[in-house]
């Protein structure tokens, strides 16, 4: 009887890490290799945009930023040159606002907007409301960048984490991560650095 009993309890316990691990790695989001699944979320200008609307598009700089954090801000400026130097090569800016607007009212569609017409930006900027599509990538922080080279009619994962090395000072990176990627697939080859550790403020989670 103490036997079945140790041979059962072995089993729920072997049960539960693999259920643990399969919650993790969906929880983990995307990973370089993986294949980003499409999505539609509303622009700033009201339009849904959805990645399949891009038919010109070689791949994509997903970048979940918001208005609100510092770090944000920070990097405002470098993705506006990214989407600028990369979107006639095939590789536009998506920027997507994951934050809740109940926690963060400054990161609403109506303060984006705000955000997008005082700083010009030439890329679609849109809202997660429910935060589905940052959670199904597996983002964590603003700024945190996914690069995607659409291939065979897919969106293959390349490169993800930080922009470059220098959060604080844009005037002096040493290291391009995103750019250097980019390039490379430009190129036909791969990425040589494919994930850097993101430095930027935790995405505002919905509280339950």
Not at 28 to 51: R, T, W
Not at 62 to 78: D, G, K, L
Not at 151 to 158: A, F, H, L, N, Q
Not at 184 to 195: I, Q, R
């Amino acid at each position: 009887m103490k036997k079945t009993f140790l041979v059962i309890a072995g089993i729920l316990v072997l049960a539960a890490g693999l259920f643990m691990n399969a919650q993790n790695s969906i929880a983990g989001g995307y990973e370089v290799g993986d294949y980003a699944q499409d999505f539609q979320l509303k622009n700033v200008d009201g339009k849904m945009v959805s990645l399949a609307d891009y038919k010109s598009a070689k791949g994509f700089i997903v970048i979940f930023t918001c208005n609100t954090c510092p770090f944000a801000q920070a990097y405002e400026q470098r993705i506006i040159d990214l989407d600028k130097k990369y979107a006639s090569k095939g590789f536009p800016v998506i920027a997507i606002n994951p934050n809740d607007v109940e926690r963060m009212p400054g990161d609403s569609m109506k303060e984006m907007l705000k955000r997008s017409n005082e700083k010009g930006y030439t890329f679609s900027y849109l809202r997660d409301d429910s935060q589905e599509i940052a959670r199904a990538f597996g983002a964590t922080k603003t700024p945190y960048t996914y690069l995607l080279n659409k291939t065979g009619g897919k969106y293959k994962v390349e490169f993800i984490g930080a922009i470059d090395d220098n959060p604080n000072d844009s005037d002096n990176v040493d290291q391009t991560y995103v750019e250097d990627a980019i390039n490379a697939l430009l190129g036909g080859k791969s990425p040589s650095v494919k994930e850097k550790r993101a430095i930027g403020c935790t995405i505002k989670w919905r509280e339950s």
